[in-house]
């Protein structure tokens, strides 16, 4: 069975300072990975997705994460965290077959001025 | 501009009644997706569907009800037998495929009187 555990249900950094968010998965198979944000009464968009192929991806608003099958992590990173960054994060891994998400509880982003 | 409409943005329900959530979605995507939202437990999958007429139970199907009459269209319906419905719905949308993005609406806030 797939499963995705985001460490640290709410995170705070200073404006400027690296933003690092955690997500390790369970997979059998290889897997289809995906970052999303959600601002406050709003739906999730979708920040990036690794499939196949280059480990390190780049998404919007400067966001980036790397897929290492080893520590079967994919942890979402900003260089300079913004006052605009700050909202929830959700990891979800794809599952074969169904095509369903499994999504983490979220990470809450507070950026502090 | 396409995209995924649900409403109303607010729903309230009053005891024993049952209220139908909307979600429109013009991606021509084939498969729809209910997630309900609580706080600190990320998304849980109510219902999802990947062909018109049909459809299968997500991980709370219980007190829900679905209907895909047509490609762009999956209404759900909270029953009277959910006995706690307060909560954020979302819907989302995605082509077939294991790497495919789910799109999500912007969602319905379900408050009981």
């Known amino acids: 069975a797939q499963s995705v555990t985001q460490l640290g249900s709410h995170v705070s950094v200073s404006e400027g300072a690296l933003v690092l968010l955690r997500c390790n998965y369970s997979?059998?198979?290889?897997?289809?990975l995906f970052w999303y944000v959600q601002y406050p009464n709003q739906g999730l968009q979708l920040l990036l997705k690794?499939?196949?192929?280059?480990?390190l991806v780049k998404g919007i608003n400067g966001f980036e994460a790397e897929f290492k099958k080893s520590e079967t992590s994919f942890h979402l990173t900003k260089p300079s965290a913004h006052m605009s960054d700050a909202a929830e994060y959700f990891c979800?891994?794809?599952?074969?077959?169904?095509?369903?998400?499994?999504f983490g509880t979220g990470t809450r982003l507070k950026v502090l001025a | 501009d396409g995209g995924i409409t649900q409403s109303p943005k607010y729903l309230f329900r009053k005891e024993g009644q049952n209220v139908t959530l909307s979600c429109e979605q013009n991606?021509?995507?084939?498969?729809m997706y209910w997630y309900r939202q609580d706080p600190g437990q990320g998304l849980r999958l109510i219902y999802y569907?990947?062909?018109?007429?049909?459809?299968q139970k997500g991980d709370i199907a219980e007190g829900y009800s679905v209907s895909r009459e047509k490609k762009e269209s999956f209404p759900l319906t909270v029953t009277s037998a959910q006995k706690n419905p307060t909560a954020f719905y979302l819907c989302?949308?995605?082509?077939?495929?294991?790497?495919?993005?789910?799109?999500f609406g912007p969602g319905t806030r379900l408050l009981v009187l």
């Open positions: 989302a949308s995605s082509s077939l495929g294991q790497q495919e993005t789910q799109y």
């Open positions: 997979s059998s198979v290889p897997p289809y």
């Open positions: 690794y499939t196949t192929g280059a480990t």
């Open positions: 979800a891994v794809s599952t074969s077959g169904t095509y369903k998400y499994i």
């Open positions: 991606l021509n995507h084939d498969a």
């Open positions: 569907s990947q062909i018109v007429n049909d459809f």
